[in-house]
């Protein structure tokens, strides 16, 4: 079941709302809440009548839903309990309240009459769309009263703020202030408008003069200089888009050397050098300077001749260096193009119409030569890639006549490889041995490289041996690009040392092919290290082979006198040299 409450907003005598009633007497009554509420304003007495026992407030809480129960005395219940939905009725019990404290709105000096200014939009916390939530909006008061009271209306239901009367000038009020009363049915309220005057552009800015003279200035003078100060003042608000002035030259400067930079604060134009000046191209510019509002104009009001003022600046020569096309110019050759081969070409023109001439600085390794007048550069002499890949020199380019000025520029040659180198051994093998005698065939390892550019999928070798007489006892065999064994095919070698011819070819283009030497020594062994005598030393000539004898005996021979002395001291003179024992002489390490 369901009823209808009106809020109250103050507390009264409990108020009947509604009565239940069990068919047979002594059923014990109560109410149970639906939902969790902080507040339950309702009681029920044992007649079955139901209370509202606080006042209800609609905006807080419209509507509640709770149950009547009835039980026997022992607690049990004698039927479902009954649903009751009660709705609260809304009363006006709430004033209008305002949207701010000030609500501030704008208006341009040339607004038409009838224009909407803005909206002042009220709030009232009664039912939506009742009687009680209507508004009524009515101007009570207007501050300043210039030129006239009354300037401005307010739509009675809607709130919006209208212009009525005249446009506004700022010079008459800057500001206006409105009391506006708000009201409903029982309730007032008075809320505040502050109207803003805003500035409108229809001053235009003019020059202190239309002419400011002759300038003369030399090409050289530095970018940044200022040449030129000018002013124009605007009658419009200061500090507002409508009065601040911005400088833009119109004629006489297509190539942008010039700029204008405006003081914020005072619209004080400087003229400065953007760009370089530059005699050759223009020696004289008559300059025309337009004055501007970054904000629009007003319909009806235009720039004319008072917005824009005139210089003319002259430009005096100064000799200048020469000038390159570009600071760096590039060529690529190959490394094997014949001596006299054109490489490359520079160019540089001279700013007063000069000759000019060309002349390399910096070629350490005379390389190249330059034609002195077409700037054309030839190699001098053999290229190489592997001792230099990118080779750079400078070009100086001088005036011919006049004070000789010149000016500098990069030249980078990049040189592409070609096969010219042939293989080689990785490093120089001094080191390989077997010993003696070789009780097994055997093997050793070498690595080849050569100086040219390896291609990207890296070096390839081919590997054999230099004399075909050599196959009865060695044989070659490659291991990778690089890496190859050279193994013996039998055991019975002498102890001495044999050079071995190796034929390494690479696999360029044009294939080039090298012979190396593999000294390989065989020698007798004493911990697995190879002990050579010294007149089988390779590589020693038999002068060097003698003085390292005659060194050797002396070290054995101190050697010996020393244990020998030693010996006899520690013996306290008893003469046992016979049984002191030299140290053995270690074999070499290969």
């Not at 209800?56 to 039927?79: C, I, N, P, T, W």
């Not at 102890?495 to 007798?524: A, W």
Request: glycine content about 6%.
């Amino acid at each position: 079941m369901s009823c209808t409450f009106r809020s109250t907003t103050k507390r009264e005598e409990f108020h009947l709302l509604h009565k239940v009633q069990w068919n047979d007497p002594g059923a014990l009554y109560s109410l149970v809440g639906k939902e969790n509420t902080p507040r339950f304003p309702f009681s029920i007495d044992q007649e079955g009548d139901i209370y509202v026992t606080q006042p209800l407030d609609r905006e807080e809480k419209d509507e509640y839903v709770f149950y009547a129960v009835a039980r026997d005395e022992q607690g049990k219940l004698l039927s479902k309990p009954l649903e009751i939905q009660v709705k609260v009725k809304d009363i006006n019990d709430n004033p209008p309240t305002c949207p701010s404290p000030v609500t501030v709105l704008e208006v341009q000096e040339n607004e038409q009459i009838g224009s909407s200014i803005g909206t002042l939009i009220a709030h009232d916390m009664d039912e939506e769309n009742t009687v009680n939530s209507v508004l009524e909006y009515r101007i009570v008061d207007q501050t300043p009263k210039v030129p006239r009271d009354g300037l401005f209306l307010v739509h009675t239901y809607h709130g919006t703020i209208q212009l009525v009367v005249q446009s506004l000038h700022k010079r008459d009020a800057p500001q206006y202030n409105l009391t506006v009363e708000v009201s409903n049915e029982d309730f007032k309220t008075l809320c505040f408008v502050q109207i803003n005057v805003i500035d409108i552009n229809d001053q235009i800015p003019i020059f202190e003069k239309s002419d400011y003279g002759n300038l003369t200035f030399p090409e050289d003078t530095a970018v940044g200089s200022v040449i030129l100060t000018i002013q124009a003042t605007d009658a419009d608000e200061p500090h507002t888009g409508s009065s601040k002035i911005l400088y833009r030259i119109t004629q006489g400067d297509s190539e942008g050397r010039l700029e204008i930079e405006t003081d914020p604060q005072t619209n004080t134009g400087y003229v400065k050098l953007k760009k370089p000046l530059d005699f050759e191209t223009v020696a004289i510019h008559n300059i025309v300077v337009q004055a501007e509002n970054p904000e629009p104009l007003v319909p009806g009001v235009q720039y004319n001749a008072s917005s824009s003022a005139t210089f003319r600046l002259t430009v005096t020569d100064v000799n200048e260096a020469p000038q390159f096309s570009q600071q760096v110019f590039e060529a690529t050759v190959s490394e094997a193009v014949a001596k006299g081969t054109k490489v490359g070409n520079v160019t540089a023109t001279d700013p007063e119409g000069l000759d000019v001439s060309y002349s390399l600085r910096g070629d350490k390794r005379g390389w190249l030569r330059i034609n002195p007048v077409t700037g054309e550069i030839f190699s001098a002499a053999p290229l190489d890639r592997e001792a230099e890949s990118l080779y750079r020199v400078q070009v100086v380019a001088t005036e011919v006549g006049g004070s000789s000025l010149s000016s500098t520029a990069q030249f980078h040659l990049t040189l592409t490889d070609v096969n010219d180198n042939a293989p080689r051994l990785v490093k120089e093998y001094t080191g390989l041995f077997f010993c003696y005698p070789l009780k097994a065939p055997g093997s050793l390892i070498f690595e080849a490289t050569d100086d040219d550019q390896p291609t990207f999928r890296g070096q390839h070798f081919t590997f054999s041996l230099g004399s075909e007489s050599l196959q009865k006892d060695w044989e070659v065999s490659k291991i990778n690009g690089t890496h190859a064994h050279l193994s013996t095919k039998h055991t019975s070698f002498e102890e001495r040392v044999y050079n071995i011819p190796i034929r390494i070819s690479d696999s360029g283009r044009q294939p080039m092919e090298g012979t190396v030497s593999l000294p390989v020594t065989f020698c007798k062994c004493v911990e697995n290290r190879c002990f050579q005598p010294a007149a089988h030393m390779p590589g020693i000539p038999p002068v060097g082979m003698a003085v390292g004898i005659l060194l050797a005996t002396l070290l054995v021979i101190g050697i010996i006198l020393a244990v020998v002395f030693f010996r006899m001291k520690r013996d306290k003179g008893q003469h046992n040299a016979e049984s002191a024992q030299a140290s053995e002489v270690k074999p070499l390490r290969n």
